[in-house]
């Protein structure tokens, strides 16, 4: 599986539906930390169909600031 956000294949699955239906899973990117649900609007979930805006697949994520400094 690919990540929505980075497209890079650094995914786990962190959660699944509790009473075994499959209803939903959640993600997280190992390389970008972003999260999602399975049952997300496919305009969240389909990279073809996202804002290129939200896109962090040809961005070198070192070199973004933190929002929140280290103390």
Same mark, same amino acid.
């Given at each position: 599986?690919? +990540? *929505? $956000? +980075?497209?890079?294949?650094? *995914?786990? *699955?962190?959660? $699944?539906?509790?009473?075994?239906?499959?209803?939903?899973?959640?993600? $997280?990117?190992? $390389? +970008?930390?972003?999260?999602?649900?399975?049952?997300?609007? *496919?305009?969240?979930?389909?990279?073809?169909?996202?804002?290129?805006?939200?896109?962090?697949?040809?961005?070198?994520?070192?070199?973004?600031?933190?929002?929140?400094?280290?103390?």
């Amino acid at each position: 599986m690919k +990540c *929505v $956000r +980075c497209l890079t294949d650094e *995914v786990q *699955v962190v959660a $699944r539906a509790p009473d075994g239906s499959e209803a939903w899973e959640i993600y $997280r990117c190992l $390389r +970008c930390n972003y999260g999602w649900r399975s049952s997300e609007p *496919v305009e969240i979930i389909d990279p073809e169909r996202r804002d290129p805006a939200f896109q962090l697949d040809q961005v070198d994520l070192s070199e973004l600031p933190s929002p929140l400094p280290a103390p």
